[in-house]
């Protein structure tokens, strides 16, 4: 495992702690349960296969800003409507209610299926959790 994959890991496990500051609900309640892989992309060819995983990270050059990469996520998202792709740039921090949710180190790409991923919204709609969230930070999530 590399450095990349070592900070990922990592960073899942960051975002999968309970915290105070959302009600007792980790940044992301599924992320400790997920099966997922960490790739490494060269170019931006990439033909997502989830298969039995819930998520693929794709860690991308540093080079790109964020509104690139937010550029990218938008493309795949046409060109694969039954996955979801959220950038996540080294360049742009995220909270939500104060908690870093950017991993802070890596450009990446988060890969998951549209249904199984609206399915856990939809679970999340009936506790405190998105009333933590900042409502411009929630719409640009949820519209992805």
């Known amino acids: 495992m590399d450095d990349a994959e070592l900070h990922i890991l990592e960073w ?3 975002i999968s702690k309970t915290r105070s500051e959302l009600g007792g609900l980790p940044v ?3 992320a ?7 790739e490494h992309l060269v170019d931006l060819n990439i033909n997502p296969v989830l298969g039995s995983l819930e998520l693929i990270v794709y860690i991308l050059d540093n080079k790109y800003t964020f509104e690139q990469l937010d550029t990218i996520a938008k493309e795949y998202n046409s060109f694969h409507p039954s996955l979801v792709f ?12 104060g908690v870093q949710t950017s991993n802070g180190k ?8 549209r249904a199984g991923l609206q399915k856990g919204r ?7 959790y998105y009333s933590f969230w900042d409502k411009d930070y ?5 519209e992805q």
């Not at 959220?86 to 209610?97: C, T």
């Not at 890596?106 to 299926?113: A, G, H, K, S, V």
């Not at 929630?138 to 949820?142: M, N, W, Y």
């Open 106 to 113: 890596y450009n990446i790409l988060l890969c998951q299926d």
């Open 32 to 38: 400790k349960k997920a099966r997922y892989k960490v």
């Open 86 to 97: 959220l950038p996540d740039g080294i360049d742009r921090y995220s909270n939500i209610n």
């Open 28 to 30: 992301c309640p599924f």
């Open 12 to 14: 899942i496990g960051k």
């Open 138 to 142: 929630l719409k640009e999530i949820l």
């Open 122 to 128: 939809d679970t999340l709609q009936n506790t405190s």
